[in-house]
């Protein structure tokens, strides 16, 4: 009987979580620094059929402004109203890998487009010049959006990781072939099969978390429980370091 050892950087819950999101508990939605920086010290949400209305409050608790996020089976939209300016709105559809920014009230609008062969986004000039044109607002929106994401218990694309050959669609040759001094006394080494993990996000740490929990999934075997070994996470983000496509590979264990 194999016994099994922790790979490293591994949380078993959340690889449990990856394949079974109906249990996951959403977490209370926090503004994080970025938001916190645009003066957003609170939210107040309340949710109806499908639409999250995200108030922003200040420290005085006054209303600045509101986030109305609508989520969906490929992705979600959101739309930030501040004050007297135009609405700003978002679209991302995880599946085909595009992402819409438009101003509300106006024909202001661009896309832009992420190739899942080359990972990489390519943004028309429209969409490049809104973004700058409109930076605090769509940064706000973006941060926002990222909040939401993680305070719901940030589910991936399982979708987009199709199309970009996630981490089971192919085990290849070892990629360490040096062992871990911790697991290399009990006759395991880390030179098993590698794994190309896949992730989404809102945000690049929950993108990378998803890619990483999508390689340990694969590596889990009658050795180790996740991958023994990582490269750094890969990630193509469309704003900054918002709107996040991920790839990160681990090296399963072996027995000597």
């Not at 099994?4 to 503004?31: E, K």
């Not at 438009?102 to 986004?121: H, L, N, T």
Request: charged share 20%.
């Amino acid at each position: 009987m194999f016994r099994r050892i922790v790979g490293v950087t591994f949380v078993v819950a959340l690889v449990l979580a990856s394949g079974a999101h109906a249990g996951v508990a959403a977490a209370p939605l926090q503004p994080a620094d970025g938001v916190r920086a645009a003066g957003v010290a609170g939210y107040q949400v309340h949710e109806a059929s499908g639409t999250v209305e995200i108030n922003l409050l200040d420290q005085g608790e006054s209303t600045l402004g509101e986030v109305v996020v609508r989520s969906g089976e490929f992705g979600y939209s959101a739309e930030l109203r501040s004050g007297d300016r135009l609405p700003i709105a978002m679209a991302w559809n995880q599946a085909k890998g595009i992402l819409e920014i438009k101003e509300v009230g106006s024909d202001r609008i661009g896309y832009s487009y992420f190739d899942f062969q080359a990972f990489d986004w390519k943004a028309e000039p429209a969409f490049d010049e809104l973004v700058s044109a409109r930076k605090a607002d769509v940064d706000l929106l973006m941060g926002v959006v990222a909040d939401y994401d993680k305070g719901r218990g940030h589910r991936g694309s399982s979708l987009a990781a199709k199309q970009a050959g996630g981490s089971c669609a192919s085990k290849q040759q070892p990629l360490v072939t040096s062992p871990l001094g911790e697991i290399a006394a009990k006759g395991i080494v880390c030179t098993g099969y590698t794994c190309r993990g896949f992730g989404t996000g809102a945000a690049k740490s929950l993108c990378c978390q998803d890619a990483t929990n999508d390689a340990n999934v694969c590596c889990w075997n009658s050795v180790c429980i996740g991958c023994c070994s990582f490269l750094s996470c890969d990630a193509a983000c469309g704003i900054g370091d918002y709107i996040c496509f991920c790839g990160r590979t681990g090296t399963s264990c072996d027995r000597v």
